[in-house]
């Protein structure tokens, strides 16, 4: 059992770019389909994008699909989301969350679908 801990959360104008990362101590994050999150003031939690463990295929939300994108390097046990293009609609505390592998399958942006999650990152795109 174990928390993914994300950072590179923060302010940024609209057009505006910023990369979270999603990193875990005492596991290999290479062994889980991870998936990123989000969850604006009075809204429900939606899923933004996910990749497959073994770094394999990658899923997007409409809303992320052409700005947003997810990838990892084994070497730093980090999971990345680079965003760019951003919108004020992106504001949003965003969650990273792990489910076990392997996944014979292409991950999918539902929250029951993932077992363990951070405590997020605030990202507010605002001028």
């Known amino acids: 059992q174990f928390e993914p801990v994300e950072s590179g959360g923060g302010l940024v104008q609209p057009g505006g770019s910023l990369t979270l990362s999603c990193a875990a101590s005492?596991?290999?994050?290479?062994?889980?389909?991870i998936g990123w999150f989000r969850q604006a003031p009075g809204k429900e939690r939606e899923g933004v994008s996910c990749?497959?463990?073994?770094?394999?295929?990658?899923n997007y939300a409409v809303s992320a699909k052409g700005r947003f994108t997810i990838s990892r390097d084994n070497a730093k046990n980090t999971v990345y989301l680079q965003m760019n293009s951003l919108k004020p609609e992106d504001t949003a505390v965003y969650y990273c969350?792990?489910?076990?592998?392997?996944?014979?399958?292409?991950?999918?942006?539902?929250?029951?679908?993932?077992?363990?999650w951070g405590q997020g990152t605030q990202v507010t795109v605002s001028s």
């Open positions: 990749i497959g463990d073994s770094g394999s295929r990658t």
């Open positions: 005492g596991v290999t994050l290479d062994y889980y389909a």
């Open positions: 969350a792990a489910r076990p592998g392997p996944l014979f399958r292409l991950c999918v942006l539902s929250n029951v679908d993932y077992t363990y």
